[in-house]
T-cell receptor, first 115, second 114 residues
Framework: AQSVTQLGSHVSVSEGALVLLRCNYS??????LFWYVQYPNQGLQLLLK??????LVKGINGFEAEFKKSETSFHLTKPSAHMSDAAEYFC?????????????FGIGTKLQVIP | DAGVIQSPRHEVTEMGQEVTLRCKPI?????LFWYRQTMMRGLELLIY????????DSGMPEDRFSAKMPNASFSTLKIQPSEPRDSAVYFC????????????FGDGTRLSIL
């Protein structure tokens, strides 16, 4: 069984401040991990993913995330928030074992950027 | 490259009517997913197709929901009869089937059942 926990359904930051969105997961096998962003009236768009290799993953729009196995975490960060970052962010986990594996999405975190 | 294309973008209909949602996956992708998104329940997987064959339909709410994938470039999700509680945003997503590849989402169909 696998699960994803996103701490904080709403996060507010000032423009130019650090963005930190938290994601913890549980998985019985090593996971693949994803962050998606959803803008209003749009579908989910991939920000970045971790599969294997380097644990610090860089994505689009200046976001990055670090896979920490010991903490079962995959937190999303951006050094300086921009107004255009206001959106909902979803963390997702998928077991890396073979065959059909379901992706489990977190409940999402809405990011508000205050001018 | 064209992404996942869904139609219609918005649908408003009365309770009891049949609703058909359509999806064209990304060319070359062999996995297709239908999701439903609501405020209360978040993003729920309804059904997953691989190579046009339904593999996991455990998320389909009840017999009023059905999905088909007659070929690699087209899928439908049908609700008959529709009920107000079916109101949600329905997303279609596709991927190339490799385990570490992400899903690519369409822009969704916002369905309102009156």
């Amino acid at each position: 069984a696998q699960s994803v926990t996103q701490l904080g359904s709403h996060v507010s930051v000032s423009e130019g401040a650090l963005v930190l969105l938290r994601c913890n997961y549980s998985s019985s096998v090593p996971p693949y991990l994803f962050w998606y962003v959803q803008y209003p009236n749009q579908g989910l768009q991939l920000l970045l993913k971790y599969t294997t290799g380097a644990t610090l993953v860089k994505g689009i729009n200046g976001f990055e995330a670090e896979f920490k196995k010991s903490e079962t975490s995959f937190h999303l960060t951006k050094p300086s928030a921009h107004m255009s970052d206001a959106a909902e962010y979803f963390c997702a986990v998928k077991p890396s074992s073979g065959g059909y594996q379901k992706v489990t999405f977190g409940i999402g975190t809405k990011l508000q950027v205050i001018p | 490259d064209a992404g996942v294309i869904q139609s219609p973008r918005h649908e408003v209909t009365e309770m009891g009517q049949e609703v058909t949602l359509r999806c064209k996956p990304i060319s070359g992708h062999n996995s297709l997913f239908w999701y439903r998104q609501t405020m209360m329940r978040g993003l729920e997987l309804l059904i997953y197709f691989n190579n046009n064959v339904p593999i996991d339909d455990s998320g389909m709410p009840e017999d009023r929901f059905s999905a088909k994938m007659p070929n690699a470039s087209f899928s439908t999700l049908k609700i008959q009869p529709s009920e107000p509680r079916d109101s949600a945003v329905y997303f279609c997503a596709s991927s190339d089937g490799q385990g570490n590849q992400p899903q690519h989402f369409g822009d969704g169909t916002r369905l309102s059942i009156l």
